[in-house]
């Protein structure tokens, strides 16, 4: 690959091709990738804790588990096994989900900062499970990014606007923003495929649930997508849900994702680390096949 730094990537363990998972990030580990970062779906602190034991040298962590699905007792416990395991290479990224998300689940939750602040904490005080490993914080607004900067050791962004970036990054302490150790990740959609409107598409549907919560379309109007938000909203009251790709602009797909030829990837990531972003967590998807054949992709394109 040219110049550009090889970037994290998302992994999730899918039903019926979790050891397929493991064997994918043993490659990912041999290709030099910054890390591997692992959502809720499939069990992402699970597969961390498999990937303590199925890799020896990759960062990886969790982006994101939710505080409010385990206690913290029992987190800490997780966390801190994962961590003594890995030797030290396991962030665990935590953060409040969504509301929708939360509905479901059946879970109350209350201030997401307050919440956030009190888990922290408590990890902390269950000083019987064990040295915990870096906290990161999932963030959107400057509010959490904030207190990322105060009580944890990086922060991660899902779906950040490139172009908003250095005015969100700003609202971190000048301490933190300085620390180059400070993990400052986004997990970016990636589709690579020399048909842009078939991995335009393929990104259209991958966010199709993110612009359907209010938190996203506050975070994206406040990054400048005002007319985009407001007419994804009316389709959403109105339930016209097969509309709301078409409400998906391409300046604003162009700023939120990475699609097209493998040399557009390439400009595109190297733009997100001039953007601010220390470890872009690349998530891939395919126009032609599933997540195996999607990474296929992505090691062509940064080979």
């Not at 005002?226 to 009316?234: K, L, Q, T």
């Not at 733009?271 to 891939?284: E, F, H, K, N, S």
Request: hydrophobic content about 45%; some cysteine; proline content about 6%.
């Amino acid at each position: 690959m040219a110049s550009v730094a090889l970037p994290a990537v998302s992994l999730a363990a899918v039903p019926g091709r979790r050891r397929a998972t493991l064997e994918l990030a043993r490659e990912i580990e041999r290709r030099g990738f910054a890390g591997i970062y692992c959502p809720s779906f499939g069990d992402g602190l699970g597969l961390c804790e498999a990937l303590a034991f199925a890799t020896e040298r990759i960062p990886f962590g969790t982006s994101i588990a939710n505080i409010y699905v385990r206690h913290v007792a029992d987190y800490a416990q997780t966390a801190s096994l994962i961590h003594e395991l890995s030797g030290g290479r396991f962030r665990f990224g935590i953060g409040v989900s969504h509301g929708p998300a939360l509905e479901r689940l059946g879970v109350k939750a209350g201030p997401p900062l307050g919440d956030i602040r009190a888990f922290v904490a408590g990890l902390h005080a269950n000083t019987r499970a064990g040295e915990q490993p870096p906290i990161v914080l999932a963030t959107l607004r400057k509010q959490m990014i904030g207190l990322a900067g105060e009580i944890a050791q990086g922060m991660v962004f899902a779906n950040g606007a490139r172009s908003h970036m250095r005015e969100s990054l700003a609202a971190l302490p000048s301490a933190r923003a300085n620390d180059p150790s400070y993990f400052v990740g986004n997990m970016i959609p990636t589709c690579i495929s020399d048909d842009v409107a078939a991995a335009a598409a393929t990104n259209r549907r991958t966010l199709i649930g993110y612009v359907s919560m209010p938190n996203y379309r506050n975070y994206w109007r406040e990054a400048g997508y005002v007319d985009e938000m407001n007419a994804i909203e009316a389709a959403v009251v109105a339930k016209d849900f097969e509309r709301i790709p078409s409400l998906m602009s391409e300046r604003w797909l162009s700023d939120v994702t990475l699609y097209g030829p493998a040399a557009r990837v390439r400009e595109g990531l190297e733009a997100w680390y001039d953007a601010g972003i220390r470890t872009p967590i690349l998530v891939p998807s395919s126009a032609a096949g599933n997540q195996l054949k999607a990474f296929e992709e992505l090691f062509a394109c940064l080979s």
